[in-house]
């Protein structure tokens, strides 16, 4: 029987994977260049966790602050980033971010204004401008539910709680996916001429995050298992403000926007303790500054009872508070008894984002595999080693476009690819083992001795002899996980659709932790204890990781050098 008579089989002219802000927007500019395209997603439509962005997205509208041009913007970025960062793509991010929020303003979102009507903009860590168009503090909400109904309108199809587990080959090229109904567990074949990855991070690897449960890394794993590969993996950001408590929402968001907004920080003695750590910035330096002041203010005994930090906005106006930080309001008011109008927030650092990701082409976000595209936070090297805040969700947008227009020019040369029936089954017996294993471990606990290990040997500060450690502990974890033993049926089965998320998360943990034994030096988010300098020779190169047969192959690619015009505008603001 062919797996298409076997299977029910989808064929689309693009596929893309993830249905956040990035597989959004390439969504859309597919569907614009005349594709037939398919957008899936494992959890429903909606509620992708770019619904969760909170303060706002980058670009240089110059609402606010007047004098501003998209060549600050590139500035703070490659600065922030520690000059690690894909030039190109901070170049293209900064002078497309404006005609992004413009074109979703023409699409119907509705951003706070300014008094004479302009898209409003606020402060931001590492923004030497107000540069963050906003919605209160609930800007994913208002771009995912502009961008879906553009899309709907526009006509893509839309498989929700539906989850990608392998992508399918026609020889060295892509052909599409395979993939399982969550409430079912049937299986369905997805066949396409190109293929684009959106499906975002990789926090729930820590202990302690601030990402959603899709967050797991899944569509570095499936580019990585298929030839593609990974960059930068050893920079994952903590952002220095999570709720401490109570601990059943430890690692929550608290947003930047507090800062922005006039938060200040403080220690147990009442010290605004950033006046030591970066007196010019203070509580506006970049995350990862902030987040190592936090640490250490609380490793040397000056933290705030939940072991954390006081966060305090409550010498703002009530009214301003609300209108500005609605969900900050609602979130410390319901979750913890606190009001945040009267006084202070208790924060400390969480796992937030990656700037590694799937290795492509600044322009059409092409990775290194034929028909294989990949977008936003699945996508790495545009924000170097550290991330502005902000800087995510103006990436979506350009890079969700760009690779969303290059994914639909490729399917219009190509022929539609074939699929090979011995790739799909083998897809299908990988998925059901755990159910036939007549003994086997719980995917529960696996889940949570990873969590430890990397929150404890791959976190803020890391050692060689940490890293080390992490990687045998990772080892032994993935044996475990070969051992898997799922209980039930296939319908409706959380045990279930963790392994499949465990496969994804024990790899892009052993690439972070692989990467980060390798950088020698300290960098942006990466911060080695053991060497605590940031060495001139690790600015000359990025780290890759590619499969190379059961093992991780990783390697030095040097970086281009910055073309004269953008050596000068880092040079004006010296
Ligand atoms: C609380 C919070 C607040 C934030 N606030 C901001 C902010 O104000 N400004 C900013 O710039 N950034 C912010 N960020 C970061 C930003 O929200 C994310 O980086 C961004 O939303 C990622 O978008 P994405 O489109 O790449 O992926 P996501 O929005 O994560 O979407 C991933 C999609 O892929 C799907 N998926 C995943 N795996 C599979 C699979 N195997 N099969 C099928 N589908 C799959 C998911 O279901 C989902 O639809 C914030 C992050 C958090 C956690």
């Known amino acids: 029987m062919t797996p298409a008579a076997q299977y029910e089989t ?88 404006p005609d992004r929020v413009r074109e979703l303003e023409q699409w119907g979102a509705l951003f706070d204004r300014t008094p004479d009507c302009q898209i409003l903009q606020r402060a931001f860590g590492g923004h030497t401008y107000k540069r963050l168009c906003h919605v209160g503090d609930r800007t994913g909400l208002e771009m995912i539910r502009t961008l879906q109904d553009r899309g709907v309108e526009m006509g893509f199809d839309v ?8 992508l399918l080959k026609d020889g060295n090229r892509v052909a599409g996916a395979f993939a399982y109904w969550r409430d079912s567990g049937k299986f369905a074949v997805f066949k396409a001429k190109a293929v684009v990855i959106a499906t975002g991070g990789i926090g729930k690897s820590w202990k302690i995050t601030s990402n959603s449960w899709e967050c797991t890394g899944d569509g570095m794993a499936l580019a990585y298992d298929a030839g593609a590969e990974l960059l930068d993996m050893e920079f994952v950001q903590f952002h220095p ?51 190592r002041s936090i640490y250490t203010e609380v490793k040397e005994g000056r933290g705030s009872p939940h072991g954390g930090a006081f966060l305090d906005i409550s010498h703002k106006p009530v009214e301003y508070v609300k209108r500005k930080l609605p969900s900050m309001y609602h979130q410390f008011k319901e979750l913890a008894d606190v009001d945040i109008t009267k006084g202070p927030m208790e924060v400390g650092p969480t796992c937030h984002y990656v700037m590694g990701g799937i290795r492509v082409e ?3 976000g092409q990775s290194t595999l034929p028909g294989l595209f990949a977008a936003g936070e699945a996508a790495g090297g545009m924000h170097g080693a550290n991330r502005l805040g902000g800087n995510s969700l103006s990436d979506l947008l350009v890079f969700g476009r760009r690779a969303g227009l290059a994914a639909g020019e490729y399917a219009k040369k190509g022929a539609m690819p074939s699929l090979d029936a011995a790739q799909i089954e083998d897809a299908a017996r990988e998925a059901l083992a755990p159910f036939e294993r007549s003994g086997g471990e719980n995917p529960y606990k696996i889940h949570h001795d990873l969590q430890d290990v990397m ?65 020698t030096e300290s960098r942006g988010a990466h911060s ?7 060495e001139d020779e690790w600015g000359k190169k990025n780290l890759v990781i590619a499969k190379k047969g059961d093992a991780m192959n990783l390697f030095e690619v040097p970086r281009p050098a910055l073309p004269a015009e953008l050596e000068q505008i880092l040079a004006e603001g010296k």
């Open 455 to 519: 929150q404890n040997l791959v976190g803020i500060f890391r050692t060689d002899a940490d890293l080390r450690r992490a990687l045998v502990e990772l080892d032994k974890l993935k044996s475990r996980a070969k051992n898997i033993r799922v209980e039930g049926s296939r319908a409706f089965n959380p045990g279930w659709h963790l392994n499949f998320d465990l496969k994804s998360m024990l790899t892009v943990s052993e690439a972070c932790a692989h990467a980060a034994l390798a950088r």
């Open 159 to 166: 498989y929700m709680e539906c989850t990608v587990t392998r």
């Open 10 to 97: 989808h064929e689309r002219d693009v596929l893309i994977i993830g249905a956040g802000g990035a597989g959004l927007r390439a969504a859309i500019e597919a569907l614009a260049q005349g594709a037939r395209v398919a957008v899936i997603c494992k959890s429903l439509l909606g509620k992708a966790h770019t619904v969760m962005a909170e303060g706002g997205l980058a670009a240089a509208m110059g609402n606010v602050d007047h004098s501003v041009d998209w060549r600050a913007h590139f500035r703070d970025t490659y600065n922030g980033g520690k000059r690690l960062n894909n030039w190109r793509m901070a170049q293209l991010q900064a002078q497309e971010a």
């Open 362 to 364: 600044a322009d059409t």
């Open 528 to 534: 080695r204890l053991d060497f605590p300098k940031t």
């Open 241 to 291: 403000t999570g709720m401490v408590w109570p601990p059943g929402v430890q690692g929550l968001l608290v947003t930047e926007a507090v800062r922005g907004e006039g938060g200040i920080l403080r220690n147990k003695n009442g010290e605004r303790f950033m006046e030591k750590y970066d007196p010019k910035r203070l509580e506006l330096s970049t995350r990862d500054v902030v987040a």
